[in-house]
């Protein structure tokens, strides 16, 4: 008998947050093959999950132009810095998206069916994962070996980026993924560059709250680590947007 695949639970939930948003871009040489879905395999909770869920096969012939933008400018680049090699994201001709709604709610058994999705389509062929959310890069085969019951890991699921210029003594610091949680990104501008890991750490610590079910809105003043810090609506303008897809909530110190 198989062992149950337990929900991923979110302790500090709050009414009030938005639509969890979940998207990934799995990428292959030509068709996928045949594989038996199987929960216990790939770490689907319940069948019940999958009604949250909508997978689309776009091959690239249907638009050749958009579907070679995902290897080349700026995610080209992203793509060579998380996989190195980015021959198979060249090969591919498919493109399979996973892609996930769900109303907020007291635990994140959508983001446990978006990765059991994958890791299915990775074992049918799969060898490239755009997660979009985190603009973050995945090798086809290192997913494949994420445990069937595995815990929740933030580091997977958010990711927080320090955006400075290559000889910038400042930088931005924000994350990417809260979206999935329905929760906003969060932004600290301006950070020197003595204080990127003290800030990130910050940051991390914050998107953990969120990510756990706490909802944090403009105005709130918060204590992280013996920090006060206030919260307040970002405003991007044409020189400091960050093209988040998401709502974000701009960290100073109050």
């Not at 994958?118 to 445990?147: M, S, Y």
């Not at 944090?216 to 609506?233: P, Y």
């Amino acid at each position: 008998m198989s062992t149950p695949i337990a929900p991923w639970p979110r302790p500090a939930f709050q009414p009030g947050g938005s639509t969890n948003v979940f998207q990934l871009f799995c990428f292959s040489a030509g068709p996928l093959r045949e594989v038996e879905m199987s929960a216990s395999r790939f770490g689907l909770p319940s069948a019940e999950v999958m009604k949250f869920v909508e997978v689309r096969e776009l091959p690239r012939a249907v638009d050749s132009a958009w579907f070679d933008g995902f290897r080349s400018g700026s995610l080209r680049t992203l793509a060579q810095q998380a996989l190195g090699d980015v021959s198979a994201l060249d090969a591919a001709t498919q493109l399979t998206a996973v892609l996930i709604s769900r109303p907020d709610t007291d635990d994140l058994v959508h983001l446990q069916a978006g990765w059991a999705v994958t890791q299915w389509l990775v074992a049918r062929g799969v060898t490239v994962v755009l997660d979009a959310q985190t603009n973050r890069f995945w090798k086809g085969a290192d997913v494949a070996e994420w445990p069937a019951l595995r815990p929740f890991a933030l580091s997977v699921d958010v990711n927080v980026v320090v955006e400075a210029e290559p000889t910038a003594s400042v930088a931005t610091i924000h994350t990417r993924g809260l979206q999935k949680f329905g929760r906003p990104d969060l932004v600290v501008r301006d950070v020197p560059g003595s204080r990127w890991d003290a800030v990130a750490g910050l940051v991390r610590a914050l998107a953990g709250q969120l990510a756990e079910g706490t909802v944090l809105r403009a105005g709130d003043t918060v204590t992280l680590a013996g920090n006060v810090v206030k919260l307040a609506a970002y405003q991007p303008t044409a020189e400091t947007e960050l093209h988040l897809n998401n709502d974000a909530l701009l960290i100073s110190a109050a």
